[in-house]
């Protein structure tokens, strides 16, 4: 028997299709894997579930009874409870009349937390709350409309692990309970070991439904892509080891208790990988680098020589770039991709005056073929999937020039196949003799990528591991500040 | 962690202090200061106070409603029209309807922004035009006048101020206090704070800022009936509505209201709403002429808010 059955649902947006035909069945007690490149339509498919949006075609059954919610509140009302990637939480106002937004128990709601370790004041405002912790009193929220059916999208990707873990006991329970959950995530090797079953969309279409098991995270990737397979990661092109060149220098870096005597050195030609959990100060060090924020105390030095940067354009003069953990802080949403190609060019085009648009249209032609942006959606940057932006993103830097890219979690939340263009893409910087510094969440894969790594822990740095000890248990182990590695060369 | 209610308690306490001074300083000014001069100045406050609780209800709300003047006046005017020389029942009777209309204006004008998805500012600038003009053309001379009894029940009887104190206080408490604890006022707070946020919440968006203008029109319309009561008249003149519409506006950023949605209160602005009445007044006993007391009126807002802003910073960066 289906608990809940998805049948041929269309969906399209003006003349963008972003649901040919889609099916999904979830039978009571699993946890279902919905998983898909950026732009396959996972997300429309969870809309249409949740109420948050309608189909135009199809028909959805819960327990054989046929469904449509007109809101999100008669979703959660008939048992489907949805988790965003964004939490649906009002910011200005205090938990507690977030949850009587919501009809939500407080006593129901608390136990759930407090199942998870967690004590949050409800008096608390709750923009002010960190975003971890919002998902899991988001989770903890949708816990409490006891929903026969649990949606989670992405809720492990900005998660620090023990938070992460939590989630995922969370999921068993429910599904022991005989309810189910859908799961969508980019982590194929969660996927693989807490699903039962996964369904993968590709262009709007359910291409393959199976059980997950050992190996079957190649199947994911072949059917994700379809025929234009590639390997999850281009392979590593000849390291730029050769260069000894050092272009940045950071020495005894502070900031406040969040940094604490930071030092390390990119090399000209590397990629270097930084690895750390959530909120280590990593942050706050891509903020000083990139010349948003002024450090307590310490120097940095570009080409051997001292810098101090008073404001983001001083680091851009010299030649570091920033691509920001959040897409939307970096893009003009409403703008077309080519002047948010060209935004930080202005400058080298013509500071005052028309711009003029040829040069500029030669720069942005060479960025979007060398990223291989998806032009279709070229007028308003905010209509492209996550992956299209933030190649958009980084694109800017290749069409602005830059000695030192600086990568803050550059593909949370990406699809595998643009996940290996962007990868290859910061090799080729590097064998052009450009630096790259890369923080990414996903340990993994910073040996895919980097010539060495650095480890922060509790904003200092914890060691340096050259690439070929960088294996995930390594690394795992270091991000958690676990003392006496082999391997670790303490800095 | 509670920062951010902190800073809304000491911009409270900022413009309480800042009333008091000035209430002080308006004291010493009068040969006498007793129950007849904290009437007057209750009975000058009234309109603007609760035109200012229902502006700082939309601006929470995520909207602004530059035709809130306007409406106070089509009040006015009506009220002014139909209650002259009538008696107590039926200048009830006409003040019950004039609610009823502005109640039914804030509908409108909170269905037409739901529906046509332009802008607040844009639709209720246009309906500002419209109703000031409907106004024009009822009342065309100023005049009229209402019920001496009816009046009473705003400006009362004597040297009590009581009664003017309640026209202030009961909306706030009968109004503001039971909404803000409902789900509509919630509701209200969310679409003003993150309207995505809001839908997946489960609040209907287009409904609650109906009702969001709605009772913003209800306080327009009391608004409107205060001042046919004090002045005893009507008139529909455009000036008056438009300086109204912007000392609410005024009032509501005086008041800790964030122009940005979702925070704040109906407190403040009606301690903020007695200052912006303070300052002219004051210039004015000092023999000033009244254009500086405007210069003066607005770089305080200014200065206000920069506070404000510093305040909201410091609170960010010690978090």
Redesign the interface.
């Known amino acids: 028997m289906a608990h809940l059955k998805i049948d041929n649902v269309a969906k399209s947006y003006g003349s963008v299709v972003a649901l040919k035909s889609a099916n999904l069945e979830v039978i009571p007690g699993e946890i279902h894997a919905l998983l898909g490149a950026n732009g396959a339509g996972k997300s429309t498919l969870m809309k249409i579930l949740t109420g948050?949006t309608t189909l135009d075609a199809g028909s959805i059954s819960l327990n054989d009874l046929p469904i449509s919610f007109s809101?999100?509140?008669e979703a959660?009302k008939n048992g489907v409870a949805?988790v965003?990637q964004?939490?649906?939480?009002?910011?200005?106002?205090s938990l507690r009349?977030?949850l009587?937004?919501?009809?939500t128990d407080e006593k129901k709601f608390v136990s759930h937390l407090q199942a998870m370790g967690l004590t949050v004041?409800l008096?608390?405002?709750t923009?002010?709350?960190e975003l971890p912790v919002l998902r899991m009193i988001d989770l903890a929220r949708a816990l409490s409309h006891d929903p026969e059916i649990l949606i989670l999208d992405e809720i492990t990707a900005a998660l620090p692990i023990d938070l992460a873990e939590k989630v995922i006991a969370i999921m068993e329970k429910h599904k022991a309970n005989g309810k189910s959950v859908i799961f969508i995530s980019h982590r194929l090797a969660e996927v693989e070991s807490i699903c039962d079953r996964a369904t993968v969309l590709r262009d709007g279409i359910d291409v393959d439904t199976f059980a997950t098991d050992e190996g079957s995270e190649e199947r994911i990737v072949t059917s994700m892509l379809g025929t234009k397979s590639m390997p999850i990661i281009n392979p590593k092109s000849e390291l730029g080891i050769g260069s000894e060149q050092i272009f940045l220098e950071v020495e005894n870096l502070t900031q406040g208790q969040m940094l604490t005597g930071v030092s390390f050195t990119v090399k000209k030609g590397e990629v270097l990988g930084l690895a750390a959990l959530e909120g280590q100060g990593q942050d706050l060090l891509f903020e000083i680098l990139a010349g948003e924020r002024k450090p307590d105390g310490g120097s940095i030095k570009v080409n051997g020589e001292p810098v101090k940067f008073k404001h983001p354009r001083d680091a851009i003069a010299r030649a570091i770039g920033y691509v920001p953990g959040d897409r939307k802080t970096a893009l003009l949403p409403q703008r077309s991709i080519h002047e948010n190609l060209a935004v930080t060019t202005f400058r080298k085009i013509r500071s005052w005056g028309k711009i003029n648009s040829t040069s500029e249209s030669e720069l942005v032609s060479n960025a979007i073929d060398s990223l291989q942006i998806d032009t279709r959606a070229a007028s308003q940057v905010r209509q492209l999937s996550g992956g299209n932006q933030q190649k958009v993103t980084i694109g800017r830097w290749v069409t602005t020039g830059f000695d030192l890219l600086l990568c803050f979690d550059p593909t949370r939340g990406i699809d595998v196949g643009t996940k290996a263009q962007i990868y290859a893409l910061m090799r080729e910087f590097a064998d052009q003799g450009h630096s790259v510094l890369l923080f990414t969440s996903e340990l993994r894969e910073i040996p895919l990528v980097c010539d060495r790594a650095i480890i922060i822990y509790e904003g200092k740095i914890q060691g340096e591991l050259p690439i070929e000890k960088c294996d995930e248990a390594t690394l795992l182990n270091a991000v958690h500040g676990l003392p006496g590695l082999p391997g670790l060369d303490v800095a | 962690?509670?920062?951010?209610?902190l800073r809304e308690r000491s911009w409270t306490i900022g413009i309480t202090i800042l009333f008091l001074i000035l209430g002080f300083w308006r004291s010493q000014q009068l040969p006498k200061f007793g129950g007849y001069e904290i009437k007057t100045i209750i009975l000058g406050v009234v309109p603007i106070a609760l035109l200012a609780m229902g502006q700082s209800l939309i601006v929470i709300g995520g909207g602004i409603n530059l035709a809130i003047g306007a409406e106070a006046l089509l009040i006015n005017c009506l009220t002014a029209k139909f209650m002259n020389g009538t008696s107590f029942i039926h200048s009830l009777l006409i003040a019950i309807l004039g609610l009823l209309a502005s109640v039914a204006v804030g509908v409108l004008t909170g269905w037409i922004i739901g529906a046509s998805g332009i802008a607040d500012i844009v639709v209720t600038l246009a309906t500002s035009f419209i109703i000031v003009g409907i106004a024009m053309v009822i009342f065309p001379i100023p005049g009229g006048g209402t019920n001496a009894h009816f009046a009473q029940l705003i400006t009362g009887g004597g040297n009590s101020f009581l009664l003017p104190l309640l026209a202030i206080a009961l909306p706030y408490l009968l109004i503001w206090a039971p909404l803000y604890r409902s789900?509509t006022g919630?509701?209200i707070?969310?679409i003003?704070?993150?309207k995505?946020?809001?839908?997946?919440?489960?609040?209907?968006v287009k409904t609650t800022r109906i009702k969001l203008y709605a009772i913003g029109g209800l306080f327009a319309g009391f608004s409107g009936i205060a001042l046919t009561c004090v002045t005893k008249s009507g008139s529909a003149i455009i000036t008056i509505s438009n300086a109204a519409t912007l000392n609410s506006v005024a009032a509501s950023v005086l008041g800790g209201i964030a122009l940005s949605?979702?925070?704040g209160g109906l407190f403040g602005p009606v301690l903020a709403s007695v200052v912006i009445y303070f300052i002219p007044t004051i210039m004015l006993g000092y023999g000033i002429d009244p254009a500086y007391s405007q210069i003066i009126q607005g770089t305080l807002t200014i200065s206000v808010v920069l506070v404000g802003g510093w305040l909201r910073l410091r609170a960010k960066r010690s978090?």
């Open positions: 948050v809101s999100p509140d959660r949805p965003f964004d939490p649906a939480l009002i910011p200005d106002i009349r977030n009587k937004l919501t009809s004041d008096s608390t405002i923009g002010l709350i | 962690m509670k920062n951010l209610r789900r919630i509701a707070f969310a003003g704070s993150n995505d946020a809001a839908f997946l919440s489960g609040v209907d949605g979702g925070v978090k």
